[in-house]
């Protein structure tokens, strides 16, 4: 946080910032520049972010050294980030080299130049699991005191949530808007009535196990390169 720059005009910047990203990954961007340039001791950041039972995923690393730091993790089964994945609260460390906590990652990332880390939660909402990652590379209190840093991921978790609901809903239309030129190619193909059309849909896709929106792309792509060729 810049000197003498009041903590709720920080949060309002902030605040500001992220509520303009439409994807995930943009947010993700946002998210941990905005902790290198307001919070305290933080050199790197990263973030990641998992839906459901799908694997764990980063998002926006801002040094190659945290991309190092991501697999180690996951390639000894132990870590803040793994534990804030797991358990939804946040782990800090102002000495990963000493922390007993993590007997094989900290030296590990220590030895890489990390010394401390703070990984905080960010709750959204549904079956979306995300987790800000802060490293130092001195030893102490990494990005703050835990009312500062828990109040940047309250606004993390807000605009990261926002952006995720912005994309699903985008997807959603998209999706809406490929089986309805699917039914329309189908009830002109066959001359049947939308009822009849969508049905057709449904049982393809269930007699090939293949989702419904991919039926529909493949039917709606098949028409669109025949115009193609015609033209």
């Known amino acids: 946080m810049h000197a003498n720059e009041p903590l709720d005009a920080v949060m309002a910047e902030v605040a500001a910032a992220l509520t303009k990203p439409a994807k995930a990954g ?3 961007r946002l998210i941990t520049q905005a902790a290198l340039d307001h919070l305290p001791q933080v050199d790197f950041a990263s973030m990641c972010l998992a839906r459901g039972r799908a694997p764990v995923r980063m998002l926006a690393p801002t040094d190659p050294r945290v991309l190092e ?5 996951h390639e000894l089964a132990e870590g803040p980030c793994r534990d804030v994945m797991e358990t939804s609260r946040a782990a800090r460390s102002v000495d990963l080299a000493q922390d007993p ?7 590990k990332v220590a030895a890489s130049g990390i010394a401390a880390q703070t990984t905080l939660p960010l ?3 549904g079956n979306v699991r995300a987790c800000l990652n802060l490293y130092s590379l001195a030893t102490g209190a990494c ?3 835990p009312v500062v840093t828990g109040l940047f991921a309250t606004h993390a ?3 990261l949530g926002y952006c995720l609901q912005m994309n699903d809903l985008a997807e959603a239309l998209e999706r809406r808007k490929v089986i309805g030129q699917a039914i329309g190619i189908v009830m002109e193909r066959y001359r049947i009535d939308e009822e009849a059309a969508f049905a057709f849909l449904t049982r393809a896709s269930q007699t090939g196990n293949v989702k419904l929106r991919r039926v529909a792309e493949h039917i709606v792509t098949e028409v669109d390169e025949r115009s193609e060729r015609r033209g």
């Open 26 to 28: 943009d947010a993700g």
């Open 69 to 73: 730091a991501d697999r180690l993790q």
């Open 101 to 107: 906590r993590w007997p094989l990652y900290g030296p």
């Open 123 to 125: 709750p959204v909402s």
């Open 143 to 145: 990005g703050g005191s």
């Open 157 to 159: 978790a807000v605009a």
